[in-house]
Protein backbone atom coordinates (compact mmCIF):
# COMPACT_ATOMS: atom_id res chain seq x y z
CA UNK A 1 0.00 0.00 0.00
CA UNK A 2 1.04 3.93 -0.61
CA UNK A 3 2.40 5.48 1.97
CA UNK A 4 0.36 8.53 2.52
CA UNK A 5 1.69 12.03 3.36
CA UNK A 6 3.93 12.13 6.55
CA UNK A 7 4.20 14.59 9.16
CA UNK A 8 0.93 16.31 8.06
CA UNK A 9 -1.23 18.17 10.41
CA UNK A 10 -4.61 19.91 11.03
CA UNK A 11 -3.21 23.40 10.08
CA UNK A 12 -2.39 23.49 6.52
CA UNK A 13 1.27 23.94 5.38
CA UNK A 14 2.87 27.36 5.47
CA UNK A 15 4.40 26.27 2.41
CA UNK A 16 5.03 22.94 0.40
CA UNK A 17 7.79 23.21 -2.18
CA UNK A 18 7.34 20.68 -5.05
CA UNK A 19 10.49 19.79 -6.20
CA UNK A 20 14.09 18.28 -4.40
CA UNK A 21 16.19 19.05 -7.35
CA UNK A 22 18.52 22.18 -6.88
CA UNK A 23 15.87 24.77 -6.44
CA UNK A 24 13.36 22.89 -4.16
CA UNK A 25 16.53 22.39 -1.90
CA UNK A 26 17.82 25.91 -1.94
CA UNK A 27 14.07 27.29 -1.66
CA UNK A 28 13.71 24.75 1.71
CA UNK A 29 16.79 25.38 2.89
CA UNK A 30 16.29 29.08 3.15
CA UNK A 31 12.61 29.17 4.23
CA UNK A 32 14.33 26.89 7.65
CA UNK A 33 16.93 29.47 7.97
CA UNK A 34 14.19 32.12 8.14
CA UNK A 35 12.17 30.14 10.52
CA UNK A 36 8.49 29.53 7.81
CA UNK A 37 7.15 26.52 8.44
CA UNK A 38 5.69 24.29 8.21
CA UNK A 39 7.03 23.22 5.56
CA UNK A 40 7.30 20.06 3.65
CA UNK A 41 9.03 18.87 0.54
CA UNK A 42 7.75 16.58 -1.98
CA UNK A 43 9.44 14.91 -4.57
CA UNK A 44 8.23 12.34 -7.38
CA UNK A 45 11.32 10.88 -7.74
CA UNK A 46 12.86 8.42 -5.05
CA UNK A 47 15.87 10.20 -4.66
CA UNK A 48 16.84 13.92 -3.86
CA UNK A 49 18.62 15.49 -6.81
CA UNK A 50 16.06 16.66 -9.46
CA UNK A 51 17.61 16.51 -13.40
CA UNK A 52 21.19 15.31 -11.45
CA UNK A 53 19.12 12.02 -10.47
CA UNK A 54 17.42 11.80 -13.36
CA UNK A 55 20.61 11.82 -15.66
CA UNK A 56 22.92 9.03 -14.88
CA UNK A 57 24.11 8.49 -18.92
CA UNK A 58 27.82 7.72 -19.06
CA UNK A 59 29.49 11.13 -19.56
CA UNK A 60 26.80 12.83 -17.37
CA UNK A 61 28.41 16.33 -16.35
CA UNK A 62 28.26 19.83 -15.65
CA UNK A 63 28.91 22.33 -18.51
CA UNK A 64 28.92 25.07 -16.02
CA UNK A 65 32.81 25.22 -13.71
CA UNK A 66 31.92 23.34 -10.37
CA UNK A 67 32.54 26.58 -8.27
CA UNK A 68 29.94 28.19 -9.70
CA UNK A 69 27.57 25.37 -10.38
CA UNK A 70 26.71 25.03 -6.49
CA UNK A 71 24.60 27.25 -3.79
CA UNK A 72 26.81 30.41 -2.88
CA UNK A 73 25.50 29.53 0.73
CA UNK A 74 26.97 26.02 0.61
CA UNK A 75 29.79 26.15 -0.81
CA UNK A 76 32.33 23.16 -1.79
CA UNK A 77 35.75 23.21 -1.43
CA UNK A 78 37.05 20.10 -2.49
CA UNK A 79 35.41 19.64 -6.49
CA UNK A 80 37.67 16.92 -8.18
CA UNK A 81 36.93 18.45 -11.43
CA UNK A 82 36.12 22.17 -13.46
CA UNK A 83 33.55 20.61 -14.75
CA UNK A 84 31.87 18.15 -12.45
CA UNK A 85 30.24 14.64 -12.76
CA UNK A 86 26.78 13.94 -12.55
CA UNK A 87 27.78 11.44 -9.50
CA UNK A 88 29.06 14.37 -7.71
CA UNK A 89 27.09 17.09 -8.17
CA UNK A 90 24.02 14.54 -6.65
CA UNK A 91 26.32 13.73 -3.52
CA UNK A 92 26.40 17.57 -2.98
CA UNK A 93 22.72 18.06 -2.74
CA UNK A 94 22.40 15.18 -0.94
CA UNK A 95 25.43 16.14 1.36
CA UNK A 96 23.75 19.82 1.56
CA UNK A 97 20.14 18.95 1.90
CA UNK A 98 21.48 16.70 5.10
CA UNK A 99 23.93 19.05 6.20
CA UNK A 100 20.96 21.33 6.96
CA UNK A 101 18.80 19.11 8.44
CA UNK A 102 16.00 18.85 5.67
CA UNK A 103 15.99 14.83 5.75
CA UNK A 104 12.56 15.20 7.68
CA UNK A 105 11.39 17.40 5.68
CA UNK A 106 11.65 15.75 2.35
CA UNK A 107 8.78 12.98 1.16
CA UNK A 108 10.17 10.89 -1.53
CA UNK A 109 7.95 9.52 -4.19
CA UNK A 110 5.36 11.65 -4.22
CA UNK A 111 3.86 13.00 -7.52
CA UNK A 112 2.19 16.52 -7.72
CA UNK A 113 -0.92 16.32 -9.50
CA UNK A 114 -2.30 20.17 -9.06
CA UNK A 115 -3.52 22.25 -6.83
CA UNK A 116 -6.97 25.00 -6.25
CA UNK A 117 -7.23 27.53 -4.25
CA UNK A 118 -10.13 28.59 -1.69
CA UNK A 119 -10.62 32.06 -1.45
CA UNK A 120 -12.20 31.77 1.47
CA UNK A 121 -9.35 30.04 3.61
CA UNK A 122 -6.73 31.44 1.36
CA UNK A 123 -5.44 28.27 0.95
CA UNK A 124 -3.91 26.06 -1.82
CA UNK A 125 -6.14 22.25 -1.83
CA UNK A 126 -2.90 20.39 -2.94
CA UNK A 127 -3.66 17.05 -5.31
CA UNK A 128 -0.84 14.20 -4.97
CA UNK A 129 -0.33 10.62 -5.51
CA UNK A 130 -0.52 9.73 -1.91
CA UNK A 131 -3.38 12.30 -0.74
CA UNK A 132 -4.25 15.59 -0.15
CA UNK A 133 -2.92 18.27 1.36
CA UNK A 134 -3.27 21.96 2.50
CA UNK A 135 -0.79 24.64 2.15
CA UNK A 136 -0.68 28.38 2.55
CA UNK A 137 1.82 28.46 -0.10
CA UNK A 138 3.25 26.55 -2.69
CA UNK A 139 6.69 27.11 -4.49
CA UNK A 140 7.44 24.33 -7.72
CA UNK A 141 10.99 23.90 -7.69
CA UNK A 142 10.09 21.40 -10.65
CA UNK A 143 12.33 22.98 -13.50
CA UNK A 144 11.92 22.49 -16.94
CA UNK A 145 14.23 19.87 -18.23
CA UNK A 146 12.61 16.05 -16.97
CA UNK A 147 9.58 14.98 -19.10
CA UNK A 148 11.62 13.20 -22.05
CA UNK A 149 10.81 14.66 -25.49
CA UNK A 150 10.81 11.71 -28.30
CA UNK A 151 10.84 12.45 -32.07
CA UNK A 152 7.33 11.54 -33.80
CA UNK A 153 9.46 9.28 -35.96
CA UNK A 154 7.29 6.58 -37.92
CA UNK A 155 7.72 3.01 -36.43
CA UNK A 156 9.44 3.84 -33.21
CA UNK A 157 7.37 1.61 -30.99
CA UNK A 158 8.48 -1.09 -33.70
CA UNK A 159 12.32 -1.74 -32.60
CA UNK A 160 13.02 -4.88 -31.01
CA UNK A 161 16.16 -4.00 -28.92
CA UNK A 162 16.36 -1.53 -26.00
CA UNK A 163 15.96 1.79 -26.79
CA UNK A 164 15.36 4.36 -23.59
CA UNK A 165 16.37 8.02 -23.52
CA UNK A 166 19.67 10.01 -21.91
CA UNK A 167 17.53 11.08 -19.05
CA UNK A 168 16.26 7.59 -18.25
CA UNK A 169 19.33 5.30 -19.29
CA UNK A 170 18.45 1.35 -18.56
CA UNK A 171 22.05 0.95 -16.84
CA UNK A 172 21.10 -2.90 -17.19
CA UNK A 173 21.97 -3.23 -21.17
CA UNK A 174 25.35 -4.35 -21.57
CA UNK A 175 26.37 -1.85 -24.50
CA UNK A 176 29.57 -3.91 -25.48
CA UNK A 177 30.57 -4.69 -28.95
CA UNK A 178 27.19 -3.42 -29.91
CA UNK A 179 25.51 -1.45 -33.16
CA UNK A 180 24.44 1.30 -31.16
CA UNK A 181 22.85 4.07 -33.16
CA UNK A 182 22.26 7.78 -31.08
CA UNK A 183 19.93 10.22 -32.04
CA UNK A 184 20.41 14.00 -31.35
CA UNK A 185 23.49 15.84 -31.35
CA UNK A 186 22.45 18.50 -28.27
CA UNK A 187 24.28 18.80 -24.74
CA UNK A 188 23.12 15.51 -23.49
CA UNK A 189 24.60 13.81 -26.97
CA UNK A 190 28.38 15.73 -26.92
CA UNK A 191 28.65 13.98 -23.42
CA UNK A 192 27.32 10.65 -23.89
CA UNK A 193 28.69 9.75 -27.40
CA UNK A 194 32.26 9.93 -26.59
CA UNK A 195 32.03 7.52 -23.89
CA UNK A 196 29.72 5.44 -26.03
CA UNK A 197 32.43 5.60 -29.23
CA UNK A 198 34.79 3.79 -26.40
CA UNK A 199 32.97 0.52 -26.22
CA UNK A 200 30.46 0.01 -29.13
CA UNK A 201 30.73 -2.34 -31.59
CA UNK A 202 30.10 0.52 -34.01
CA UNK A 203 28.12 4.00 -33.05
CA UNK A 204 26.04 5.54 -35.56
CA UNK A 205 25.05 9.38 -34.51
CA UNK A 206 22.13 10.86 -36.77
CA UNK A 207 22.63 14.49 -36.81
CA UNK A 208 20.56 16.47 -38.10
CA UNK A 209 21.69 19.60 -36.91
CA UNK A 210 25.62 20.30 -36.17
CA UNK A 211 25.98 22.49 -33.01
CA UNK A 212 28.33 24.99 -32.23
CA UNK A 213 31.54 23.77 -29.82
CA UNK A 214 33.70 25.72 -27.88
CA UNK A 215 36.55 24.16 -26.09
CA UNK A 216 36.45 22.69 -23.28
CA UNK A 217 39.57 22.72 -20.95
CA UNK A 218 38.39 20.17 -18.00
CA UNK A 219 41.14 19.42 -15.76
CA UNK A 220 41.25 17.76 -12.44
CA UNK A 221 41.64 20.25 -9.21
CA UNK A 222 44.86 19.52 -7.59
CA UNK A 223 44.66 18.36 -3.78
CA UNK A 224 46.50 21.65 -3.53
CA UNK A 225 44.52 23.99 -4.64
CA UNK A 226 41.61 22.51 -2.83
CA UNK A 227 43.36 22.52 0.31
CA UNK A 228 43.98 26.55 -0.57
CA UNK A 229 40.75 27.01 -0.60
CA UNK A 230 39.66 25.03 2.42
CA UNK A 231 41.75 27.15 4.35
CA UNK A 232 41.03 30.56 2.63
CA UNK A 233 37.36 30.96 2.28
CA UNK A 234 37.85 34.11 0.46
CA UNK A 235 40.06 32.36 -2.25
CA UNK A 236 36.68 30.50 -2.97
CA UNK A 237 34.31 33.51 -3.32
CA UNK A 238 37.24 35.16 -5.27
CA UNK A 239 36.98 32.12 -7.64
CA UNK A 240 33.28 32.05 -7.98
CA UNK A 241 33.30 35.92 -8.64
CA UNK A 242 36.20 35.01 -10.99
CA UNK A 243 34.26 32.14 -12.86
CA UNK A 244 30.86 34.55 -12.56
CA UNK A 245 32.36 37.25 -14.48
CA UNK A 246 33.80 35.28 -17.01
CA UNK A 247 29.95 33.67 -17.60
CA UNK A 248 28.43 37.04 -18.04
CA UNK A 249 30.50 38.03 -20.86
CA UNK A 250 29.34 35.01 -22.72
CA UNK A 251 25.96 37.20 -22.82
CA UNK A 252 27.80 40.12 -24.60
CA UNK A 253 29.56 37.71 -26.19
CA UNK A 254 26.61 37.24 -28.60
CA UNK A 255 24.92 34.59 -26.61
CA UNK A 256 22.00 36.34 -26.34
CA UNK A 257 21.94 38.88 -28.82
CA UNK A 258 23.72 38.94 -32.83
CA UNK A 259 26.45 41.31 -32.64
CA UNK A 260 30.42 41.86 -33.95
CA UNK A 261 31.40 39.75 -31.34
CA UNK A 262 28.90 36.76 -32.30
CA UNK A 263 31.22 36.67 -35.44
CA UNK A 264 34.58 36.10 -33.52
CA UNK A 265 33.13 33.57 -31.00
CA UNK A 266 32.05 31.74 -33.79
CA UNK A 267 35.50 32.21 -35.63
CA UNK A 268 37.31 30.22 -31.99
CA UNK A 269 34.98 27.61 -32.55
CA UNK A 270 35.70 27.18 -36.28
CA UNK A 271 38.98 27.45 -34.97
CA UNK A 272 38.24 25.01 -32.50
CA UNK A 273 36.56 22.61 -35.15
CA UNK A 274 39.60 22.87 -37.40
CA UNK A 275 41.99 21.71 -35.10
CA UNK A 276 39.95 18.60 -34.07
CA UNK A 277 39.15 17.80 -37.28
CA UNK A 278 41.40 17.79 -40.73
CA UNK A 279 39.14 15.75 -42.68
CA UNK A 280 37.67 18.43 -45.44
CA UNK A 281 34.11 16.45 -45.81
CA UNK A 282 33.50 15.51 -42.01
CA UNK A 283 34.15 19.22 -40.97
CA UNK A 284 31.53 20.10 -43.83
CA UNK A 285 29.51 18.30 -41.75
CA UNK A 286 30.35 19.53 -38.78
CA UNK A 287 30.12 23.38 -39.47
CA UNK A 288 27.15 25.08 -38.16
CA UNK A 289 24.76 27.14 -41.06
CA UNK A 290 23.27 29.44 -37.80
CA UNK A 291 24.57 31.60 -35.72
CA UNK A 292 26.90 30.80 -32.56
CA UNK A 293 24.12 30.95 -29.47
CA UNK A 294 20.93 30.65 -31.25
CA UNK A 295 21.12 26.89 -29.60
CA UNK A 296 22.79 26.52 -26.35
CA UNK A 297 26.45 26.81 -27.26
CA UNK A 298 28.61 23.51 -26.27
CA UNK A 299 31.90 22.94 -24.84
CA UNK A 300 33.66 19.82 -25.64
CA UNK A 301 37.21 18.36 -25.99
CA UNK A 302 36.63 14.90 -26.68
CA UNK A 303 33.46 14.84 -29.04
CA UNK A 304 35.05 15.79 -32.35
CA UNK A 305 37.94 13.21 -31.74
CA UNK A 306 34.95 10.32 -31.13
CA UNK A 307 33.50 10.96 -34.05
CA UNK A 308 36.67 10.31 -36.02
CA UNK A 309 37.65 6.56 -34.37
CA UNK A 310 37.14 3.89 -37.14
CA UNK A 311 34.25 2.62 -35.33
CA UNK A 312 32.02 5.89 -35.57
CA UNK A 313 29.82 7.17 -38.55
CA UNK A 314 27.84 10.33 -38.56
CA UNK A 315 25.21 10.10 -40.66
CA UNK A 316 23.41 13.35 -41.42
CA UNK A 317 20.64 12.15 -43.43
CA UNK A 318 17.46 12.42 -41.62
CA UNK A 319 15.60 9.26 -40.50
CA UNK A 320 12.67 8.58 -42.12
CA UNK A 321 11.43 5.84 -39.99
CA UNK A 322 12.65 2.88 -37.28
CA UNK A 323 11.94 -0.43 -38.17
CA UNK A 324 12.14 -3.55 -35.74
CA UNK A 325 16.22 -3.60 -36.50
CA UNK A 326 17.18 -0.22 -36.69
CA UNK A 327 17.10 3.01 -38.39
CA UNK A 328 15.83 4.34 -42.16
CA UNK A 329 17.24 7.38 -43.17
CA UNK A 330 15.60 9.36 -46.29
CA UNK A 331 17.82 8.52 -48.56
CA UNK A 332 16.28 4.25 -48.19
CA UNK A 333 19.64 3.25 -46.62
CA UNK A 334 19.16 1.00 -43.97
CA UNK A 335 21.25 1.08 -40.90
CA UNK A 336 21.21 -2.03 -38.63
CA UNK A 337 20.96 -1.04 -34.50
CA UNK A 338 20.98 -3.15 -31.37
CA UNK A 339 20.30 -0.58 -29.77
CA UNK A 340 18.95 3.21 -30.22
CA UNK A 341 19.48 6.04 -27.44
CA UNK A 342 17.10 9.27 -28.09
CA UNK A 343 19.53 12.11 -26.89
CA UNK A 344 16.31 13.86 -28.22
CA UNK A 345 15.76 16.63 -25.26
CA UNK A 346 12.78 17.67 -23.00
CA UNK A 347 9.43 18.34 -23.67
CA UNK A 348 9.57 22.04 -21.65
CA UNK A 349 6.25 23.13 -21.22
CA UNK A 350 5.09 19.74 -20.22
CA UNK A 351 5.78 20.75 -16.46
CA UNK A 352 3.42 22.97 -16.22
CA UNK A 353 0.88 22.44 -18.81
CA UNK A 354 0.24 18.85 -17.24
CA UNK A 355 -0.77 19.91 -14.25
CA UNK A 356 -4.14 21.16 -13.29
CA UNK A 357 -3.66 24.11 -10.92
CA UNK A 358 -6.76 26.05 -10.36
CA UNK A 359 -6.31 29.78 -9.56
CA UNK A 360 -8.78 32.46 -8.48
CA UNK A 361 -12.27 32.25 -9.91
CA UNK A 362 -11.34 28.39 -11.82
CA UNK A 363 -8.87 30.07 -13.67
CA UNK A 364 -6.37 27.62 -14.85
CA UNK A 365 -2.92 27.67 -15.55
CA UNK A 366 -3.18 26.33 -19.10
CA UNK A 367 -6.15 29.04 -19.24
CA UNK A 368 -3.83 31.52 -18.52
CA UNK A 369 -1.35 30.11 -20.59
CA UNK A 370 -2.89 30.02 -23.55
CA UNK A 371 -1.37 32.46 -25.93
CA UNK A 372 1.78 31.33 -24.10
CA UNK A 373 4.03 30.80 -21.23
CA UNK A 374 4.52 33.98 -18.80
CA UNK A 375 5.43 35.26 -15.42
CA UNK A 376 6.08 38.53 -13.61
CA UNK A 377 10.19 38.11 -13.13
CA UNK A 378 9.48 34.51 -14.18
CA UNK A 379 7.83 33.40 -10.97
CA UNK A 380 4.27 34.93 -9.92
CA UNK A 381 1.13 34.62 -12.16
CA UNK A 382 -1.69 37.02 -11.59
CA UNK A 383 -4.75 34.57 -10.84
CA UNK A 384 -2.62 32.70 -8.50
CA UNK A 385 -1.82 34.26 -5.13
CA UNK A 386 0.80 32.30 -3.24
CA UNK A 387 1.77 30.66 -5.87
CA UNK A 388 5.44 30.77 -6.33
CA UNK A 389 8.05 29.24 -9.66
CA UNK A 390 11.81 28.69 -9.26
CA UNK A 391 13.12 28.42 -13.29
CA UNK A 392 9.83 29.46 -14.22
CA UNK A 393 9.51 31.04 -18.14
CA UNK A 394 11.56 32.99 -19.29
CA UNK A 395 14.13 32.34 -16.31
CA UNK A 396 16.48 29.48 -18.11
CA UNK A 397 19.41 30.58 -19.38
CA UNK A 398 22.43 29.70 -22.07
CA UNK A 399 25.33 31.57 -21.14
CA UNK A 400 25.33 31.19 -17.05
CA UNK A 401 24.77 29.40 -14.03
CA UNK A 402 21.10 28.04 -13.33
CA UNK A 403 22.06 27.90 -9.87
CA UNK A 404 22.22 31.97 -9.97
CA UNK A 405 19.05 32.83 -11.08
CA UNK A 406 17.60 30.53 -8.55
CA UNK A 407 19.47 32.35 -5.89
CA UNK A 408 17.84 35.86 -6.87
CA UNK A 409 14.51 33.61 -7.30
CA UNK A 410 14.75 32.05 -3.50
CA UNK A 411 15.25 35.70 -2.10
CA UNK A 412 12.35 36.78 -4.02
CA UNK A 413 10.18 34.47 -2.46
CA UNK A 414 11.43 34.78 0.98
CA UNK A 415 10.18 38.59 0.59
CA UNK A 416 6.84 37.28 -0.43
CA UNK A 417 6.32 34.61 2.39
CA UNK A 418 7.68 37.61 5.13
CA UNK A 419 4.80 39.55 3.94
CA UNK A 420 2.45 36.32 4.32
CA UNK A 421 3.81 35.90 8.28
CA UNK A 422 3.24 39.67 8.71
CA UNK A 423 -0.27 38.79 8.46
CA UNK A 424 -1.16 38.86 4.84
CA UNK A 425 -3.65 36.15 3.89
CA UNK A 426 -2.75 36.23 -0.06
CA UNK A 427 -0.39 38.01 -2.12
CA UNK A 428 -0.33 38.32 -5.83
CA UNK A 429 1.47 39.55 -8.68
CA UNK A 430 -0.96 42.91 -10.42
CA UNK A 431 -1.88 41.91 -13.55
CA UNK A 432 -0.29 45.49 -15.05
CA UNK A 433 3.21 44.64 -13.62
CA UNK A 434 3.36 41.70 -15.20
CA UNK A 435 2.09 43.03 -18.41
CA UNK A 436 4.54 45.52 -18.05
CA UNK A 437 7.55 43.16 -17.05
CA UNK A 438 6.34 40.77 -19.93
CA UNK A 439 6.43 43.67 -22.60
CA UNK A 440 9.83 44.71 -21.23
CA UNK A 441 11.11 40.94 -21.81
CA UNK A 442 9.51 40.47 -25.31
CA UNK A 443 10.89 43.50 -26.05
CA UNK A 444 14.30 42.72 -25.68
CA UNK A 445 13.56 38.82 -27.36
CA UNK A 446 12.36 40.77 -30.27
CA UNK A 447 15.77 40.78 -31.76
CA UNK A 448 17.56 38.01 -29.84
CA UNK A 449 19.48 35.52 -31.13
CA UNK A 450 17.32 33.17 -30.45
CA UNK A 451 14.77 34.81 -32.50
CA UNK A 452 17.78 36.43 -35.29
CA UNK A 453 20.02 33.48 -34.92
CA UNK A 454 18.39 31.36 -38.12
CA UNK A 455 17.65 28.33 -35.90
CA UNK A 456 14.81 26.42 -34.20
CA UNK A 457 15.92 25.33 -30.77
CA UNK A 458 13.91 23.86 -27.46
CA UNK A 459 13.79 27.39 -26.48
CA UNK A 460 10.94 28.06 -28.71
CA UNK A 461 7.33 27.27 -28.42
CA UNK A 462 5.42 25.98 -31.39
CA UNK A 463 4.85 29.68 -32.41
CA UNK A 464 8.22 30.67 -32.32
CA UNK A 465 8.18 32.12 -29.00
CA UNK A 466 10.89 31.68 -26.73
CA UNK A 467 9.13 31.52 -23.23
CA UNK A 468 12.14 29.67 -22.04
CA UNK A 469 15.34 32.39 -21.90
CA UNK A 470 15.87 34.96 -20.08
CA UNK A 471 17.28 37.39 -22.71
CA UNK A 472 19.69 39.64 -20.44
CA UNK A 473 22.75 38.93 -18.30
CA UNK A 474 22.43 37.29 -14.65
CA UNK A 475 23.21 40.66 -12.98
CA UNK A 476 20.29 42.40 -14.82
CA UNK A 477 17.90 39.39 -13.57
CA UNK A 478 19.32 39.99 -10.09
CA UNK A 479 18.86 43.89 -10.34
CA UNK A 480 15.15 43.02 -11.40
CA UNK A 481 14.20 40.53 -9.17
CA UNK A 482 16.01 39.96 -6.12
CA UNK A 483 13.84 41.94 -4.09
CA UNK A 484 9.90 41.40 -4.88
CA UNK A 485 8.67 44.84 -5.54
CA UNK A 486 5.25 45.34 -2.77
CA UNK A 487 4.18 47.68 -5.11
CA UNK A 488 3.75 45.23 -7.86
CA UNK A 489 1.84 42.80 -5.72
CA UNK A 490 -2.08 42.81 -4.31
CA UNK A 491 -1.54 41.79 -0.68
CA UNK A 492 -4.96 40.76 0.85
O1 LIG B 1 18.47 18.12 -25.71
P1 LIG B 1 18.41 19.20 -26.92
P2 LIG B 1 19.66 17.81 -24.68
N1 LIG B 1 16.01 13.33 -35.71
O2 LIG B 1 16.97 19.55 -27.05
C1 LIG B 1 17.77 16.23 -31.94
C2 LIG B 1 20.43 20.89 -20.52
N2 LIG B 1 21.61 20.06 -20.36
O3 LIG B 1 19.15 16.78 -23.73
O4 LIG B 1 18.98 20.46 -33.25
C3 LIG B 1 17.25 13.69 -35.40
O5 LIG B 1 19.38 20.29 -26.74
C4 LIG B 1 17.84 17.71 -32.03
O6 LIG B 1 18.13 18.11 -33.36
P3 LIG B 1 17.85 19.64 -33.85
C5 LIG B 1 20.76 22.09 -21.38
O7 LIG B 1 20.01 23.20 -20.96
C6 LIG B 1 22.58 20.56 -19.58
O8 LIG B 1 20.90 17.54 -25.38
O9 LIG B 1 16.51 20.01 -33.29
N3 LIG B 1 17.55 14.46 -34.36
C7 LIG B 1 18.97 17.98 -31.04
O10 LIG B 1 20.23 17.77 -31.62
C8 LIG B 1 20.33 21.64 -22.73
O11 LIG B 1 20.09 22.69 -23.63
C9 LIG B 1 23.72 19.86 -19.40
O12 LIG B 1 17.87 19.58 -35.31
C10 LIG B 1 16.55 14.88 -33.59
C11 LIG B 1 18.73 16.88 -29.99
O13 LIG B 1 17.87 15.93 -30.58
C12 LIG B 1 19.09 20.85 -22.38
O14 LIG B 1 19.44 20.15 -21.20
C13 LIG B 1 23.90 18.61 -20.02
C14 LIG B 1 15.23 14.54 -33.84
C15 LIG B 1 18.05 17.42 -28.75
O15 LIG B 1 18.90 18.34 -28.15
C16 LIG B 1 18.65 19.85 -23.41
O16 LIG B 1 19.80 19.17 -23.92
C17 LIG B 1 22.88 18.11 -20.80
C18 LIG B 1 14.97 13.73 -34.97
N4 LIG B 1 13.73 13.38 -35.32
C19 LIG B 1 21.73 18.84 -20.97
N5 LIG B 1 14.47 15.13 -32.88
C20 LIG B 1 24.77 20.44 -18.52
O17 LIG B 1 25.91 20.06 -18.64
C21 LIG B 1 15.29 15.80 -32.07
N6 LIG B 1 16.55 15.66 -32.50
C22 LIG B 1 24.40 21.49 -17.53
Known amino acids: MTEP ?11 LIVGAGFSGLAMAIRCKQAGIGPLRVIEKADSIGGTWYDNTYPGAACDIPSHLYSLSFAPKADWSRMYAPQAEILAYLRETAAGHGLTPLIQLGTTFHGATWDEAGAVWHVETDRGPIAARAIVSGMGGLHHPA ?66 KNDHTIAERAKA ?29 KV ?48 LQRPNVTLETGRIARITETGAVTEDGQAHELDIIVYATGFDVTATFTRMNLVGRGGL ?61 RAIEVRPEAQ ?49 ARMADYRLG
Open 5 to 15: LRNVGPEPLAV
Open 150 to 215: YPDLPGRGSFAGPAFHTATWDHSVDLTGKRIGVIGTGASAIQVVPELAKIAGHLTLFQRTPPWIMP
Open 228 to 256: RYRRLPLARRLERARLFWLHEVRAFLGFT
Open 259 to 306: SKLTGQAEGLARRHLAKAVRDNDLRAKLTPNYRLGCKRVLISDDYYPA
Open 364 to 424: TLREAWAGGMGAYQGITVAGFPNYFMLLGPNTGLGHNSVVSMIEVQVQHVLDCMKALRRGT
Open 435 to 483: ARFLDRIRGRLADSIWQAGGCRSWYLDAEGRNATLWPDSVMAYRRSARR
